[in-house]
């Protein structure tokens, strides 16, 4: 069983009374797709994830010491400079579970003010990026309360508190691969937190391209907890999350021999799999849309006609994320461009790449 009584701060001396740390943290994308969790955020099974570049969330946390502890979190926010009522409740949540192990949290006000570099209800998820970047804001609060914190502490417990927040969350503190949920062939690997994926990878991997095209711009159709939750009893969860596993241990050799077509073939199954796991739960589920369809038969006719290793993958909605090797780049935006950005919704796309990870500012 894992040990998480580390991540627990000792008690100390607040001495830090006011101040504000910036934090922008990336949003990732999963190869191998975590979906399904036990109590306390722990995975049903092992993902791996590109950190991405270019999608980010930049959070800024100013904290001021109270004069006595408040027995409620005392905290504003502001989203792209507005007060946000509504989203405070996830901040609460996400309080809640980390304050056992931050138990300064009560002691401070707060003000949080944060945005994101992708355009509001584009549909791309902002959980990941969002939960990173505040959790490092507040590690960061207790870097300057507890100095002796070494960075391997602070990356690993800033991943273990974005965790708390939003799963996924935890795979976008570093770069460029991430896995988390223990894996019997990757060392290091936790259920608690991310690691930095170990072994060798191929050079066929280095700055890999991730054009997102915004097929739907509209609400998630199911929350990710509700997703997670349709794990739980699901007829064939089991084989999948045995499945996780398989296909973990098979890329270990894909990403150290840089085999495309072996890696393709992992990423879109994953990408289905998720999806067939939805449409197979009960209630059942189709997040894709006529035009996400459109695009993936697209994507296999033009790979087949241009010899490119462009493939697809997805996350729990419309949205199609194109991967891609960088040397392909000109000749795979050309085909996007021409033939794919007329199924986007206002025909909205981002151009994104794989990054190394948050950034204090
Ligand atoms: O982090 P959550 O609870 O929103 O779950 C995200 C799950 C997927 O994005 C669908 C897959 C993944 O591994 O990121």
């Known amino acids: 069983m894992d040990n998480t009584t580390q991540f627990v701060l000792k008690q100390k001396e607040l001495f830090t009374k006011t101040g504000s740390v910036t934090w922008e943290s990336p949003s990732n994308i999963a190869l191998v797709k975590y979906w399904g969790k036990n109590p306390d955020q722990i995975p049903a099974n092992p993902s791996i994830s590109f950190t991405l570049n270019t999608c980010k969330t930049t959070t800024k946390l100013s904290y001021e010491l109270l004069d006595v502890p408040s027995n409620k979190f005392e905290f504003e926010l502001y989203f792209e400079g507005e007060l946000k009522e509504d989203f405070k409740p996830k901040v609460v949540t996400f309080f809640q579970r980390i304050e056992a192990y931050v138990p300064f949290l009560k002691s401070y006000r707060f003000k949080i003010e944060t945005s994101n570099s992708f355009p509001h209800s584009s549909g791309i998820a902002s959980s ?89 711009k509209g609400e998630k159709q199911v929350s990710s907890t509700v997703g997670h939750g349709l794990m739980k009893g699901h007829p064939f969860a089991e084989r999948r999350f045995e499945q996780a596993h398989e296909n973990m241990s098979k890329l270990i050799q894909i990403l150290k021999q840089g085999d495309l077509k072996n890696f393709i073939e992992i990423v879109e199954s994953e990408a289905l799999t998720l999806h067939a796991m939805m449409m ?79 950034d204090k500012l």
């Open 128 to 216: 990941a990026s969002g939960m990173s970047a505040l959790a490092l804001c507040v590690m960061s609060l207790e870097q300057e309360i507890n100095p002796d914190l070494t960075k391997q502490a602070f990356v690993q417990k800033a991943s273990f508190l974005a965790r708390l927040g939003s799963g996924s969350a935890c795979r976008s503190i570093e770069g460029p691969l991430v896995c988390w949920g223990k894996h019997q062939e990757i060392s290091g690997t936790t259920d608690l937190f991310g690691v930095s994926y170990p072994y060798l990878v191929h050079d066929n991997f280095k700055n890999y391209q991730d054009t997102i095209l915004l097929v739907d």
């Open 280 to 358: 197979t739960s009960l209630p059942y589920f189709i997040l894709m849309k006529p035009n996400t369809l459109e695009i993936i038969q697209k994507i296999w006719k033009f790979r087949k006609e241009s010899n490119t290793h462009i493939c697809f993958t997805l996350d729990a909605g419309a949205n199609v994320h194109i991967l891609y090797p960088e040397q392909e780049k000109d000749v795979i935006m050309e085909f996007i461009t021409k033939e794919l950005v007329a199924y986007c919704q206002n025909e909205q796309y981002i151009c994104d790449s794989i990054g190394n990870g948050a």
